[in-house]
């Protein structure tokens, strides 16, 4: 499987943006970019996917890289409920392995 | 429509003993994956099922541990003889097949073994 990487922790402020980077300078063509987070004692949840084209939902964006070896999610306006683990997952649904595999996570911490 | 049910939701259980873990998937869904998150670990995929059928288990310990979706009522994790090191949160996730992008995910069941 490609391997993501991202950083241990990040802090943030109420209110203002935040942006969460991931590299994964060996994906390939098929792998989809998947973001799941989850909070404190809470299964994870999903947020966001996307393939080659920025993706927007109520929850966040997802910016991809042109050559894809990066992408970032964004938190537009960051709440302490926003406060969690970010995993940025790759997933290659065309063949071979279907389960969502986690690295470490970002620990996102949101200060009032 | 209830999302993914686990229960219980805490279980414990001295050295030696069975624990049985239950998954009921989100109604329409026939895929199921389990993982387990160690304390301040990260969550490591054990097995994926499909009504019936065992599609991966290569995250599974080989010994102890066996899963089962049947094809009526919930997904079974079930760990023999467990030990300390079996405490953990075992988390169930369901989608509506192999390729749907979404999976969710149910609130846990975190085992303690004294």
């Known amino acids: 499987d490609a391997k993501t990487t991202q950083p241990n922790s990040m802090e943030s402020n109420e209110e203002e943006p935040v942006h969460l980077p991931c590299n994964h300078s060996t994906i390939s063509g098929t792998d989809y970019i998947h973001w799941y987070r989850q909070l404190p004692s809470q299964g994870p949840e999903y947020v966001i996917h996307g393939l080659t084209s920025n993706v927007n939902n109520r929850m966040a964006s997802l910016a991809i890289a042109e050559d894809r070896k990066s992408s970032t999610l964004i938190l537009h306006r960051a709440t302490l409920r926003d406060a969690a683990v970010y995993y940025c997952i790759l997933r290659d649904l065309g063949t071979g392995r279907r389960a969502l595999t986690f690295g470490s996570g970002t620990r996102l911490q949101v200060q009032p | 429509n209830a999302g993914v049910m686990q229960n219980p939701r805490h279980l414990v259980r001295r050295r030696g003993q069975e624990a049985r873990l239950r998954c009921s998937p989100m109604k329409g869904h026939s895929h199921v994956y389990w993982y387990r998150q160690l304390p301040e670990e990260g969550l490591k995929f054990m097995v994926y099922l499909q009504k019936e059928n065992i599609i991966d288990e290569s995250g599974m310990p080989k010994e102890r541990f066996s899963a089962e979706f049947p094809k009526e009522g919930p997904s079974i994790l079930r760990i023999q003889q467990v030990v300390r090191g079996d405490s953990a949160a075992y988390f169930c996730?369901?989608?509506?097949?192999?390729?749907?992008?979404?999976?969710?995910f149910g609130q846990g069941t975190r085992l303690t073994v004294v």
């Open positions: 996730a369901s989608s509506q097949g192999p390729t749907n992008t979404e999976a969710f």
